[in-house]
């Protein structure tokens, strides 16, 4: 289908709603949209970025994080500060307590998001989903380079903004336990 054909199929307003129809209809594509309505098409991950997710989930789940408040790629409906209502992916997501089951899943539990940093997605999910997370009152936001150190840069919230607690290697964090990094 042509781009052309695409944009006319589009509704004048794109819901959560919208992206959940546009994810079950190409399994090949996650689709975002921030609060003000800017619609995101990202490929799958590759295979060194489902490793390093898959590496943190062992660490969680082998250092006491009940696996029923951890999850990879499930959405979050992420409110603006205008009022505005958008969907993000993360990569993982550590909640304080079982979320029920949905596509768009509200914020209120969430302790951590962890944003694996794609070749293209720099600017996303270091400056915009940053933001994002911040103004919707995430406590931790991490990020994880897909550098040779697959540096993290754990981000606390304060004052309605993150402030970097702390930057490391990935090998680095997995010799801690989560309980050191307010998790459990």
């Known amino acids: 289908m042509s781009a052309e054909a695409v944009g006319r199929s589009m509704p004048p307003v794109v819901t959560l709603d919208d992206l959940t129809a546009m994810m079950a209809a190409d399994e090949h594509h996650r689709y975002e949209m921030s609060p003000e309505g800017v619609l995101s098409v990202m ?3 590759g295979y060194a970025h489902a490793i ?3 590496r943190l989930m062992v660490w969680l789940a082998t250092g006491g994080i009940a696996p029923e408040r951890v999850a990879q790629a499930v959405g979050l409906r992420i409110q603006g500060p205008d009022g505005g209502v958008g969907g993000r992916i993360p990569d993982l997501i550590v ?3 079982a979320q029920a089951d949905g596509v768009w899943l509200p914020v209120a539990d969430v302790l951590l998001v962890v944003e694996i940093v794609s070749p293209g997605s720099e600017g996303t999910d270091t400056v915009t989903k940053r933001r994002e997370y911040a103004v919707a009152g995430i406590p931790q936001y991490w990020t994880v380079d897909q550098d040779p150190a697959q540096t993290v840069t754990m981000y606390h919230l304060d004052g309605g903004h993150y402030d ?3 930057t490391m290697p990935l090998a680095w964090l997995l010799s ?4 050191e990094h307010d998790l459990v």
Do not use: E, G, L
């Open 43 to 45: 490929p799958p991950p």
């Open 176 to 179: 801690t336990a989560p309980a």
């Open 52 to 54: 390093i997710a898959t």
């Open 95 to 97: 909640w304080a307590k």
């Open 164 to 166: 970097v607690r702390a």
